[in-house]
DNA sequence: GTATTAGTGCAATAATATTGCATTTGTACC
DNA sequence: GGTACAAATGCAATATTATTGCACTAATAC
């Protein structure tokens, strides 16, 4: 997962400002080790005392998954905080079916598979993501 | 995509049964080139001059996906009729990010692969798959 | 044909997402 | 540090999507 001060300045870098509730949603993605809607986020906000409107929330999200720096997860109806090194549009996820928990894996190889795959098909490929749910080694337990 | 005459007997052989609105979701689901929203498969139906409320759509919606006879594609938002022979749970698509038209590959390679780095991660591995966005052949021209 | 119960429809409600516009705030520049 | 400008946010209204409980219907086994 990346930090929240690298997404920041790739923001700024792409000509982005850096406002509070930008830096708030970050903070927030970084610290949950699982997915969260846009109003879990806000949950999470208030209770720190802090508020946004939800549509602040859905916009900076919009934002963050354009730049690569966030995605949506299917299995778990939520959003993650992406690494920055897999920004360039190749995301991997296992995901815990029993507490949410998720990891983001890399894996050139498999990228490059796809993607080769989709060209067979006779698409241009853009960008790609894999999900995988099961139980973690906690939940196994 | 599957014919919708097996995923019926898949249904018969587990135990469920054969009603008009299963029929007619995966009716509606296996002439579709794309994916689509439970209220899109509802407007579909209406056309014929079907009906069907939208509580049922969603719960046939739900028992197919459970028995891997559907899937749904994040990139596109919609439902997509799965082909039987990956029915084990893993699914791999390609959607066109202008027309939103889809197509299933199958990837035993790319499947263990996944399945062993889900492992690796300490996770029992259950189900998986991929999404990947780019543009068609058609819609590049 | 009849009984049983899975499955459906309905109504109400909850949750999630989007839009236009007024207001605020971050940044560049002085 | 102050100011101008545009980007970003908040608000209100609304649209879309999803869920629940319960009464009723219809598919299957016999």
Redesign the interface.
Known sequence: MVETRKALKLLREQGYRITTPRRQVLGILAEAQRPLSPYEIQDMLKEKGEYLNHVTIYRVLELLCSLNLAH?V?LAGGFVICSLGESRGCH?F?V??ECGRL?E?A?E??CA???E??EQ?????????????????TC?K
């Open positions: 949506k299917l991997r296992v815990c079916r990891k894996y894996s190889a498999l598979e796809e993607t795959m989709a098909l006779g698409f241009r490929a853009e960008q790609h993501f894999s999900e995988f749910s099961g139980v973690c080694a196994q």
